[in-house]
């Protein structure tokens, strides 16, 4: 029932949905859906990592934000300079990941503090340089990354495809058995020898790259430098994980059922907003969900 | 009462302009168009009146009728210049706060040192937390005046009340706080814009129409106001629908996904939309021209740079109002004239008292527009560009 929980409960609202809602099915909704899915599960997969090895990362919002203005710092406008603001970000998302994980490992510091201090600090470290007003523009090139490939859009293939990618890694490689021998007995992965504290770096600099890639997508989505994006990614993506049975004590969960976790959340969002509740109702059924879901996972892991 | 209170301004700046040194001539001009101006807009601000019902439901509206009848003595406050002024100001966390900290900084030079003798300034990076502190050291250093952004109304509310207690005068600047112990508030009716916007809108679609509502933060007070101003309009127009009615979460990329899910519900049934904030009307728009659709008539509580570009681009039927950053130099002219003295209201509307602060449509929008400017600058500026083009919100 653990395993298999968040598809069975991915079933049934898209029956709800089916019952309520049934327009929800017309391809224009479904594509916005689906849309909206792969923006926040780009940083769903960097946050399952982070959460298989007992972490956490609360900094996303901030990668993402910064992403944002160095494209559109960088890119100027121009589609020529999208490769530079891209190699650009990529680099500070691979600083703001090292720095996280060398807090973590090295300094002992609780992950809930130093990603949330990371947070702060690239907010801060932006305000500073941008003076509050974000200069240049997003590349138009970017929006290829909304648009329509065949019936999908061009950011859910490119989630679906980094989803396959990290879950090879995940199952078939030893780095994978590692990130789950790590989180589920820290001690014991070093008494076996695996190089703990660089496996977990990896972790954050892998999550915090894939959190610049959404930060792409979105950049490419608003088309402008919004302070506000990505805001509440960081909530969602780690709601959308322990929904689809990331454990937050870490070596336990499937990154496949925690992308259909993000399913099951911006679909529930979607169907929420399409039906026309208010945004308070909306929260509230949200909550819920991620409480029920938290509460029969536990019940489940007690039973087995 | 408003109209004596511009009266006795105008002499007195006519009186400054006499006497003036020639380096301080342009502050002293500029000040009197904006006097002049002001009497320009205030027919047009009291076509909008309220009634007595209207009044009674809404405690804020009560308020600011109440405050903008009443003038504050401030004969306690006079003292001789040069003066010490405190700004407890939000801080750069935004293109609005930014340039509000810039305008005032160049406020202050201009009206030079034996005038204001020293800016005191704290930021309180958007937090009421870190602002409460703030206006303990800014007090401690026994500034002449108090000018406060306040980040919280209730939180802030205490120092106010120990600003007056050590008889510092408290200027409140583009929001309120609870108590009655600040001198005045400069600002402007909220609820009034939200019905401005919506009464354009149901005017565009002559009394009839399906509308799309988009409000701010939930129980954000300034976005709960102007969400209630509206919704005394739509009472009033039966032929308006409003279709759906969401947050938006003041969030470019917010909006434009909730904008994507209504176009796909309701599709070219949409004729109207009401937005309670200008970087949600982008996202709103961005959504409509993605999906091809002609854009509908579009009411903005606020608008920046960026949001006229596409409005012109589309040529968009638009209508928003004003928020000017700009706002803070009459909070520290309304400072100087408590020091001063002089009586001032104990709400100052800046729409009363301030230039190009009256609503902006798609008829007199190119002169708020600047093609120079980047997207985040939020109109009316009153910098210098040489200082614009320094700062590098403007291209040369």
Known sequence: MQRYGVYCSLALLLLVALVVRPEVYRPEPLFLILRSASQLGMV?????????????????????????????????????????????????????????????????????VATLGMLVLIRGAQSAYTQGIPSGQVPDGLKLLNQSLGPLPVSFVIWIAFTALLAFILYVTPFGRRVY?????????????????????????????LVVGAGIILSGYVGYVDRYLGRGFDLDSIAAAVVGGVAFSGGRG??????????????????LLIIGMDVQAQWIVKGLVVIGAVALYSLAGRRS | MQRKHNLSSLRRVLSILGEAKPVKRTAVLSALMVMLSGAAVRAEDAAQKFTQAEVDASPYLKSVVARQGTMADTSKFRKKGPYKIALAAQGPTNSWAALFDQEARHHVDQLGKDKVSELLYASADG????????????????????????????????????AAAQGVPVVLCASGVDGDSYVTEVGTNLYGLGVRMANW???????????????????????EIAKAGAATVWRNKPGIKILDEQYGQWSTSEAKKVAEQWIAKYGKSIQGIWSDGGQMSQGIIEAFQEAKLPVPPIASADYSNGLLRQVKDGHITFSAGQYPNAMVILCIDTALKILDGESVPRF?????????????????????????????????????????????????
């Open chain 1, 254 to 271: 499937s990154l496949v059922a925690a992308m259909a976790g993000v399913l099951l959340v911006q679909f529930l969002s979607s169907l």
């Open chain 2, 127 to 162: 937090s009421a937390d870190k602002q409460v502190p703030e206006v303990e050291d800014l007090l401690s250093q026994n500034p002449d005046a108090l000018i406060l952004v306040p980040m919280g109304r209730a939180a802030l509310a205490a120092s106010v009340d120990r």
């Open chain 1, 44 to 112: 769903a997969l960097g946050q399952t990592l982070v959460m298989l090895v007992a972490g956490l990362d609360l900094s996303v919002s901030g990668v993402i934000v910064l992403t944002s203005v160095v494209i559109a710092q960088v890119g100027a406008g121009q589609d020529s300079r999208i490769l530079p603001g891209l190699l650009i970000s990529l680099g500070f998302g691979a600083l703001i990941g090292l720095a996280n994980g060398l807090l973590i490992t090295k300094r002992n510091v609780p992950p809930f």
């Open chain 2, 201 to 223: 809108l149901s005017d565009q679609l002559g009394g009839s129409g399906n509308i799309l509502v988009m409000d701010g933060i939930p129980g954000v007070d300034t976005a």
């Open chain 2, 348 to 396: 100052i509307d800046f729409r009363n008292a301030m230039e190009k602060t009256q609503d902006v449509n798609t008829s007199n929008m190119d002169a708020f527009f600047n093609p120079k400017w980047s997207d985040d600058v939020f109109p009316p500026i009153f910098l210098p560009d040489s200082k614009m083009v320094e700062l590098k919100y403007m291209k040369q």
């Open chain 1, 181 to 209: 021998a790590i989180g589920s007995n820290r001690e014991a992965a070093r008494l076996s020898g695996i190089p703990v504290d660089r496996y977990i770096i990896a972790v954050y600099v892998i999550c915090s790259l």
